[in-house]
């Protein structure tokens, strides 16, 4: 029995979804609100699928709707808690009193507009359905229903014919896509893998185009996306892909250092292409063997992906000391010796990861230990081996006598 936990608040059924539906509809009923609230999204999307659903987002045509729609539920007294406000981009976060389990988003209908190629966060206006619906990552998670009429709005004319022949898209162009939200990659590999579907090759060509582009995404965002990706049913699945588009490097560039060393303690296994397994073949067989065992857990697999660091050594510069010291004797910066221990390694990716200390202890402490270094075999030197050594020294001896002797010889023409 796995003791792997999905960290969702709450999974509920269709039949749960639909008493919530039923209940804002009377609750908005003779409001200014009636005929402006939409759900969206993956509650829909895994509503037409018959999965279950995992949480509720709405979108209200109001402008400044995300703030002002669930201020208006609370001085009705029925959250369960003041809504947790983003003003700047007008939405928030909720529990009703009537379903105290599920948390809701709510966010204003909005067009997005990116000034600065450099940054992810866009220019944030009120927009039209359609404005909204263009800056959502994929045509299956760009469906809304009207809470009041219940009925189903496919703005692209898209998404609900992709959700029937398992097709990843995008709403507006691919490029346009992820170049706006570089996110986006890793959501369409877990949406794909998840799901089993195929990404077409013009999706695919624009997220390896624009992986470059990860870098501006902010850390909270990247170490979300990858804990779900890493909680997945199929990560080994996912790691190979996002290889294969080169976001790792910016998610967890330590994984890297793997991908060209040969393991050479499995000479038995030999590929294809004469080529030995590398080290990073072995770290996803290895997690793979903790999804769905008895071990398994979110720490147990960050231990399966870090577990053959021990292995390979990564170099880091010198330090602010050395380098100041450097500076004032002019000396030409020199090429790093020293190298990180496998614990200060892991420490820093899972920092970078916004992981706390409980979380790296925890996957430290299910990593094996490191194995001891093999003894330095014993040399038998043979006696012709000797011999041509100790010849080898004494012509040294010989050159160096006739150097001193050459010194001490005066100049020619050197009389009084």
């Not at 195929?198 to 624009?210: E, H, L, S």
């Not at 080994?236 to 967890?252: N, T």
Request: proline share 7%.
């Amino acid at each position: 029995m796995s003791n792997f936990a999905v960290s969702l608040t709450h999974i509920m059924t269709i039949e749960e979804y639909e008493k919530i539906l039923s209940y804002l509809r009377e609750v908005i009923k003779g409001t200014r609100w009636e005929g402006e609230v939409y759900t969206v999204g993956g509650c829909l999307r895994d509503g037409l699928m018959g999965h279950d659903i995992h949480d509720v987002d709405l979108a209200v045509h109001v402008p400044d709707g995300g703030v002002l729609f669930p201020l208006w539920l609370e001085e009705q007294g029925l959250t369960l808690q003041p809504p947790t406000l983003y003003r700047r981009f007008s939405s928030s976060r909720l529990r009703l009193k009537a379903f105290p389990d599920d948390e809701i988003e709510v966010v204003q209908t909005r067009r997005e507009q990116y000034t600065d190629e450099n940054s992810r966060n866009p220019e944030v206006c009120f927009g039209s359905l359609m404005d909204d619906c263009e800056r959502r990552d994929l045509t299956i998670n760009s469906l809304y229903q009207n809470v009041t009429t219940g009925e189903l709005l496919d703005l692209t004319g898209r998404g609900v014919d992709d959700i029937k022949h398992r097709r990843i898209r995008t709403p507006m162009a691919p490029d346009d896509t992820y170049s706006d939200d570089p996110i986006r990659i890793l959501r369409t590999l877990r949406f794909a893998v998840r799901y089993g579907w195929k990404i077409p090759d013009d999706v695919w060509d624009a997220m390896k185009a624009n992986a470059p582009r990860m870098r501006i995404v902010r850390r909270p965002r990247v170490s979300t996306e990858f804990e779900k990706m890493m909680e997945s049913n199929d990560p080994v699945k996912l790691l190979r892909k996002m290889k294969e588009i080169g976001v790792i490097f910016r998610v967890l560039p330590e994984l890297c250092n793997l991908y060209r060393v040969r393991d050479h303690t499995r000479r038995e296994e030999v590929g294809p292409n004469g080529a030995l397994p590398t080290l990073w073949d072995v770290t996803l067989e290895r997690l793979a063997e903790v999804v769905g065992s008895e071990e398994d857990s979110l720490e147990a697999r960050f231990a399966a992906l870090f577990s053959q660091f021990h292995r390979i050594r990564i170099p880091y510069g010198e330090s602010r000391r050395e380098k100041d010291r450097r500076d004032k004797e002019g000396k030409p910066e020199r090429r790093p010796r020293r190298t990180h221990g496998r614990g200060a390694v892991i420490e820093t990716a899972l920092k970078r990861l916004m992981y706390d200390r409980p979380f790296i202890k925890s996957v430290k402490a299910l990593l094996p230990p490191v194995p001891p270094m093999p003894p330095t075999p014993k040399v038998n030197k043979s006696a012709a081996s000797v011999a041509g050594a100790e010849g080898e020294v004494k012509k040294k001896k010989k050159k160096r006598r006739r150097n001193r002797r050459s010194k001490k010889k005066p100049a020619e023409g050197g009389g009084e």
